[in-house]
């Protein structure tokens, strides 16, 4: 009889634990009201082409082969740790790519990371910064992309290490590492330095990249922005606080935005040559705001391979 009790209590237990598992990782979608702040909205395609600049959307959604960067197709193929993702197609392709989406959509893939059909989307899509996106750049963002051409054509499926391949998983990645909501501007700081955190860290999301993660892809605090390894294990991102560009004048840092070109007469190359053009495209003065804050970031040591 005591036997049987303790099984019965496990199982009990195990469902218990079972059924709060799956509730607190369930994706969390804006509610109707929270929605109202995207339907409301008119995007503004001509805005929309900077935000689109801005985050870098070219540099994975653009089909590989090809020089289009407008050409939506995605594919691109990102190895990490646990296995390869493949990029989406985001033209307006209405069967493979995003011409059936409406802005609420778009919002909830970019500032929740999840899909329209409610499922997670896998953080290598880096919308652990994109959340602090504003509503107006997400409807601005979608005017912009419902003026490029429709692209035919479905990327491959991710190929996951097994236990990577059940989405339900990254609720608790979610909970771990997952911050959403708008930036609040620094009423200490002044507008300068406030846009240029803006473009940083949110649609720039420059983190993503220069920053070393943990075992669970999520980033170590105590290197943001000073440098890590890429996810493929093939190259090393450099440090961008003030430990790493202590050479680099303000004014340097702008002339790279704009050019690639570094202090040491080089250019930048890789992923990075990518970026420079993205951030070419951006006005002057969202170019400073950028190295404005950038230079402001405290000073972190580069963490070893």
């Not at 963002?141 to 990327?155: D, Q, S």
């Not at 803006?198 to 943001?224: N, P, Q, W």
């Not at 080089?266 to 969202?286: F, I, K």
Request: charged letters at 20%; one cysteine or more; hydrophobic letters at 40%.
């Amino acid at each position: 009889m005591r036997a049987r009790t303790w099984f019965s209590a496990g199982i009990a237990t195990a469902v218990v634990l079972a059924v709060g598992a799956w509730l607190i990782t369930a994706p969390q979608r804006f509610a109707s009201a929270d929605l109202a702040r995207f339907q409301d909205k008119t995007g503004d395609a001509v805005r929309g082409k900077m935000v689109f600049a801005a985050g870098d959307c070219a540099s994975c959604h653009a089909s590989p082969g090809q020089a289009d960067r407008l050409h939506l197709g995605g594919g691109l193929a990102l190895a990490s740790p646990y296995g390869t993702f493949r990029v989406p197609n985001i033209s307006m392709d209405p069967v493979d790519g995003i011409g059936n989406w409406q802005t609420k959509d778009l919002a909830n893939a970019l500032l929740n990371g999840v899909s329209p059909s409610g499922t997670h989307y896998y953080p290598v899509f880096p919308y652990a910064s994109l959340t602090h996106m504003h509503p107006q750049d997400v409807a601005d963002l979608m005017a912009y992309l419902r003026t490029l051409p429709a692209v035919k054509g479905r990327p491959p499926p991710h190929e996951l290490v097994s236990l990577f391949s059940v989405r339900r998983f990254i609720g608790f990645w979610k909970i771990l590492y997952f911050r959403p909501g708008p930036l609040a501007p620094d009423p200490a700081r002044d507008e300068k330095w406030n846009r240029g955190r803006y473009l940083v860290e949110a649609l720039a999301h420059c983190a993503e990249c220069h920053s070393s993660r943990d075992m669970f892809g999520g980033i170590k605090a105590k290197t943001r922005y000073a440098g890590g390894q890429d996810p493929e294990g093939a190259g090393y991102y450099p440090n961008i606080t003030p430990e790493g560009l202590d050479q680099w004048p303000e004014q340097d840092l702008i002339e790279m935005l704009r050019t690639g070109k570094t202090p040491g007469h080089g250019r930048v190359g890789s992923s990075m040559a990518d970026v420079v053009t993205n951030t070419a495209m951006l006005p002057e003065n969202d170019r400073e705001a950028i190295a404005f804050y950038i230079k402001s970031l405290p000073a972190r040591p580069t963490p070893t391979p």
